[in-house]
């Protein structure tokens, strides 16, 4: 069997195919592989507009973190002798009784000889790109370019976040990310040995999982069943019970995972779980703290205030001494590329604190599955203290003040130190294939329907027209105007004018239009000045609206009937309609870095996937390993074994091998060293 992704009739003819041997594929009888999600597919982008607006008032009154406590019998009474010392020492002045949750860490300390884990986020959008990476993380031994030696497979995969596009649910979440995993790692750890049926045999690994912003859509509900209960996933072993986890590595590492929610909220409940945590923590302890999205790269609102509480609440105690642990590293997901920025340790003790602090490092690797984002328009640096990024950037909205000098800001700024995956380079290349828009398969239905539109407006203005001012009506105009299409506008001007005062109602769908356009267009842009988004706005809309005018123009003047010439401009619209579209992603993208995730988004790129797969040593040393995947595979085959053919045994694959393209991984930049105390190594 062969799995064929692409578009039109092959598409259809490969999923027919797959549709006859669902039962033989994995004995799932309703699955079947998925392609990359059609982002500016209309219908997708109505269900998605209207399912966000629903979550973010939804989840705004009713928080499912708030539910996720679940005691064990004799916590109260620990959390009352811990109270007790609390208040005796003087730790906690804002403690609130609540019990200690300190019970559901997952204990991996006894690792002494040393743990591989991984971290992947944004998995789970097309079949091609997840199944690839989930391939590279379930193999025993992984094989890197760039490396003498394979890396094992690790002990625990680190999800951060977003693991299904475009919407939760639990045909989503196994036909998207539960089935390919599966596939990847099966049951049982043999060679060349069927897998076992989910739940029995040996797990190989662990798996936890923080909620990124799709997966809260449908108020976790989803999530907290595929990842909160207890269930195999494949191999692994989904081992926590709350959407934030805390983990316990060897050598006093620990590995936490916050959810922010939608609107970048740590809930109540959380912050007493991560505080308690670190004011257990041993002294000379380490953070590896997981976010589901860069805040610290967001110069505004919620997010940077999130991160912020991390970096100073939990990391100080209440009367502001530092605690005895350090945060050297962050993972975040979200943004669809590999990336690192690092801050230099301080050789200043102004303040009692630097002296043998270790370099800290932000990475972000969102390459887990999801369409691949560019690097080229990232800040050269960022400081968590200032209102403005290097670039322009601006803050508008943050409560807290700057720090009175600037070597406080200084003492807390980042700069850009990986090469960046894709390179900016690459990424200003790719960022030109917006411009083929219009002839992107998966953006068709975008350009039929914006084409049927454009047929909708104009009827409807030339059926107001011939009711109100009479005569041969706004078509009848321009097929009989004597003249170029320049000459024409100022007598259409005033003919619209009178149109218009005569029968308002016929200006309210272009209105609309143009108000839907100008909010998405203002709304997916938080960088720049409010003016100048509404005057490029204004500009772009008005040339989008006489490149309309001028496809009418003509084809109303060629020696066609009406309906004809209609039909034809339902075609010259959508296309001109999806050019357009792309030549503006592209344009302001390049001028002002504005619309980095649409000009990638109406592309679908399902390369350049990354992921992490990180190891720490006996002596405590912290090694991570950013793997790329520069091309995924689009074309697949079922690998099977003398044993998956034996008689009376099911027809399960092990796995799935590609048919032409190699899987090859690679490494992105030296392995990341973070020693255990002090400097570099």
């Not at 897998?195 to 989803?222: C, F, Q, T």
């Not at 900016?424 to 030109?432: F, G, I, K, N, V």
Request: with cysteine.
């Amino acid at each position: 069997m062969e799995y064929h992704q692409s578009f039109g009739s092959k598409k259809a003819a490969s999923r027919r195919r797959l549709r006859r041997r669902t039962d033989i594929i994995h004995g799932e009888e309703e699955f079947q592989p998925r392609d990359m999600v059609p982002w500016f597919h209309p219908v997708e982008m109505a269900r998605t507009a209207v399912r966000v607006l629903l979550a973010n008032v939804v989840t705004t009154y009713s928080d499912s973190r708030l539910a996720m406590t679940g005691e064990p019998a004799g916590a109260h009474s620990v959390e009352r002798a811990f109270r007790e010392l609390a208040a005796a020492e003087g730790w906690w002045s804002d403690y609130d009784g609540r019990p200690d949750p300190t019970h559901d860490v997952i204990d991996f300390s006894d690792e002494k000889e040393g743990i591989w884990f991984d971290y992947v986020a944004d998995t789970g959008e097309g079949f091609d790109s997840t199944y690839s990476v989930a391939n590279l993380l379930g193999r025993r031994q992984l094989d890197v370019s760039g490396l003498d030696e394979p890396l094992p497979r690790g002990r625990l995969l680190v999800l951060g976040g977003d693991m299904v596009y475009p919407w939760p649910s639990r045909d989503e979440y196994r036909d998207r990310f539960q089935v390919p995993f599966r596939w990847a790692l099966p049951g049982r750890d043999s060679e060349g040995g069927r897998s076992e049926p989910e739940g029995k045999g040996r797990a190989l690994a662990a798996m936890v999982a923080i909620p990124g912003n799709h997966d809260w859509y449908d108020g976790l509900n989803a999530f907290l069943g595929v990842f909160c209960d207890g269930r195999r996933i494949g191999g692994w072993d989904t081992v926590q019970r709350r959407s934030y986890f805390a983990v316990r590595l060897p050598h006093d590492w620990m590995l936490w995972g916050t959810d922010s929610h939608l609107n970048h909220r740590t809930d109540h409940n959380q912050r007493a779980y991560f505080r308690s945590l670190s004011m257990r923590a041993e002294e000379g302890s380490k953070v590896i703290l997981c976010t589901p999205t860069p805040s610290w790269l967001e110069p505004w609102g919620e997010a940077r205030r999130n991160i912020r509480y991390f970096e100073e609440e939990i990391a100080r105690w209440p009367d502001g001494h530092a605690k005895p642990h350090e945060l050297p590293v962050v993972l975040s997901g979200d943004l669809h590329f590999y990336a690192r920025y690092e801050k230099e340790p301080r050789e200043d003790d102004s303040e009692g604190r630097g002296i043998g602090e270790s370099v800290r490092h932000r990475i972000i690797c969102g390459g887990g599955g999801a369409y691949t984002r560019g690097t080229h328009d990232l800040p050269l640096s960022v400081s968590l203290w200032e209102r403005t990024m290097t670039g322009g950037t601006r803050n508008s909205k943050d409560r807290r003040p700057d720090p009175p000098d600037a070597a406080n800001r200084d003492r807390n700024r980042y700069t850009f130190a990986g090469p960046g995956y894709p390179d900016p380079t690459l990424s200003r290349s790719l960022a030109r294939g917006a411009l083929r828009f219009p002839i992107l398969g998966h953006n068709l239905p975008y350009c039929l329907a914006f084409g049927l539109h454009l047929l909708a407006i104009t009827g409807i203005v030339h059926w107001a027209s011939l009711l109100a001012l009479g005569g041969g009506g706004y078509l009848g105009l321009i097929r009989d105007f004597n003249g170029g299409v320049f000459a024409s506008l100022r007598p259409l001007g005033a003919y619209l004018r009178e149109l218009v005062f005569l029968a308002p109602a016929a200006a309210i769908l272009p209105a609309l239009t143009m108000i839907t356009f100008m909010a998405f267009f203002l709304g997916s842009n938080p960088r720049g000045r409010r003016w100048t988004k509404w005057l490029v706005g204004v500009v772009w809309m008005a040339i989008a609206a006489f490149a309309f005018y001028a496809g009418l123009f003509y084809l109303l003047r060629l020696d066609l009937h009406l309906l004809l010439a209609l039909l034809l401009y339902v075609l010259v619209g959508g296309f001109l309609a999806g050019a357009l579209t792309g030549v503006g992603l592209w344009l302001v993208n390049r001028l002002w870095g504005w619309n980095s995730n649409e000009v990638f988004s109406c592309q679908s790129i399902p390369d350049f996937k990354s992921f992490l797969r990180c190891h720490i040593d006996e002596e405590g040393v912290l090694r991570i390993y950013p793997i790329g995947i520069e091309r995924v595979p689009r074309r697949w085959r079922r690998r099977w074994t003398s044993t998956d053919r034996s008689p009376g045994s099911p027809e399960m694959p092990t796995d799935m091998e590609p048919v032409e393209d190699s899987l090859v991984a690679h490494l992105l930049e030296p392995p990341i060293v973070v020693p255990p105390t002090g400097r570099r190594l």
